[in-house]
């Protein structure tokens, strides 16, 4: 009989479902203790946005009612997790400590220095619960990390992707339990005003919300017509799970298991399956990125990418943020993320190539926005998404790849329904027009009640003058 409790340290895995370390905590036998950290000191300027703490909060209500169901105790602390895992661990009377890796470099850092530390007085053991692959598994012929994702991706499916481990249904509670923090005083919600009002409607937090989603979106028809319907931002037949995956409410292995099983089932069409199971292998692409260049944060991949000369205009910035630039289908995306915490990832591509080369923004200052604005601002898939909009970093569109937004909006809204569900004031302009309302003849815009300049602004720049320009500057640095 074991006396002595396991602790398990909760970050990015907030499940009961094929959680590695949960399941080995269980599989111990004894009594088991959830600890969770809101630590905002060793993440620094990465620490957690509006929109993921938001997320957090709704997550973590939701763990708490789980652990009332399976049994268990889940301690919530906030501050440096460095001191507090120790401190919890000893108050506990713990046996041992387990936790899923992670994969940052600051993260790195804290598990390895607590590996060490704990290690003296515990048995300490961490697993992979984040990831299909880990980071130094997946190498080419050198033994180097994969800068390029084609034969990244065909190396995954080389690979033979483990079983989804058993769901934790019963855990034993501790006899004594070390003092928690109440949630609410956290303080995590927006209260004045409240910005996030327009989350509620749009997402369900929580493993059981996850696991809703992913099962009703396998049987709609975005995923039988993934692979053509993807970049349809009208059609909104994308699965929706980034934020659950991010929180770790689902495992990747459960979603690419549960697919590959579709497809063998005959449910989904193989290169409808196949086109989503790319997608699941381009954020481990990410995440392989971050862990071999860690650098990638604060610069660009790409040297030469360090001496462009950006703008940097405050007043242009702020007017692409609040979805005020004169172009639809980008003020379409930058509403849509302010109003649901989430944006079609076409509209991301073509927003932040209109950040990055209509406007001359450093790609950094976009990123850091939606790291703040996204509930699923993924520190890998949101830094290397971004360097390859911008052109510089892995495997990146080419710079001279610019985004129109005129004939993007066209070719993937081409009814302009997206556009006005995020942009009611263009709600009465003709598909003709809606993507280019300047262009518009006078009796058109009257009719539709639009007055450019007033209910809708005029384009802040002319796409034309200023893909010429963003080009020469590209040219400066080849």
Wanted: charged residues 30%.
């Amino acid at each position: 009989m074991i006396e002595k409790p396991a602790l398990v340290w909760l970050r990015e895995d907030l499940r009961f479902d094929d959680n590695p370390a949960l399941r080995a905590a269980a599989d111990r036998g004894g009594a088991v203790a959830c600890l969770y950290v809101l630590d905002d000191e060793v993440a620094g300027e990465w620490k957690m946005g509006g929109a993921q703490r938001w997320w957090l909060h709704h997550s973590l209500s939701a763990l708490q009612d789980d652990f009332e169901k399976f049994g268990g105790t889940l301690i919530l602390r906030r501050g440096n997790a460095g001191m507090i895992v120790p401190q919890i661990a000893e108050e506990l009377g713990a046996g041992a400590v387990y936790w899923n890796r992670r994969y940052m470099p600051w993260q790195i850092e804290q598990d390895k220095a607590l590996k060490e530390q704990l290690s003296e007085d515990f048995e300490v053991k961490s697993f992979n619960g984040r990831l299909l692959n880990e980071p130094w598994e997946i190498c080419t012929k050198s033994g180097g990390p994969y800068k390029v994702y084609t034969p990244y991706w065909k190396q995954v499916q080389q690979r033979d992707i483990r079983d989804p481990l058993a769901k934790v249904q019963k855990l034993e509670a501790p006899s004594r339990v070390p003092d928690t923090d109440k949630l609410d005083d956290w303080g995590l919600l927006p209260t004045r005003p409240n910005w996030a009002e327009g989350f509620e409607p749009v997402w369900t937090p929580g493993e059981r919300g996850a696991r809703r989603r992913w099962l009703d979106w396998l049987k709609s028809e975005g995923a039988k017509n993934y692979a053509s319907h993807r970049n349809r931002p009208d059609l909104d037949h994308t699965s929706r799970m980034a934020p659950h995956i991010h929180f770790g409410e689902i495992s990747p292995v459960t979603m690419y298991r549960e697919m590959q099983q579709k497809i063998e089932d005959g449910d989904i069409p193989q290169e409808e399956g196949n086109t989503f199971l790319s997608e699941l292998a381009w954020r481990e692409f990410s995440y392989n990125l971050l862990y071999h260049f860690g650098h990638m944060f604060d610069e660009p991949l790409m040297d030469k990418f360090k001496g462009f000369e950006w703008d940097n205009d405050e007043d242009k910035l702020e007017a692409w943020k609040k979805g005020q630039t004169g172009y639809p289908i980008v003020d379409a995306g930058m509403r849509q993320l302010w109003t649901e915490g989430h944006m079609h990832n076409r509209v991301r591509m073509i927003v932040g190539s209109f950040l990055v080369k209509d406007l001359l923004v450093d790609w950094r200052k976009g990123m850091k926005w939606f790291w703040d604005t996204l509930v699923c601002a993924d520190p890998a898939s949101n830094t290397a998404s971004w360097q390859w909009v911008a052109g510089c970093g892995a495997d990146a569109a080419p710079f001279f790849r610019v985004f129109n937004p005129i004939t993007q909006g066209e070719k993937f809204d081409p009814d302009g329904d997206y556009v006005r569900r995020h942009v009611p004031e263009l709600k009465d302009m003709p598909k003709k027009h809606i993507h280019a309302p300047w262009q518009a003849p006078k009796d058109v815009l009257r009719k539709a009640g639009v007055e450019l300049g007033k209910d809708y602004p005029e384009p802040i720049v002319d796409h034309g003058k200023m893909r010429e320009e963003a080009l020469s500057r590209y040219k400066a640095i080849k």
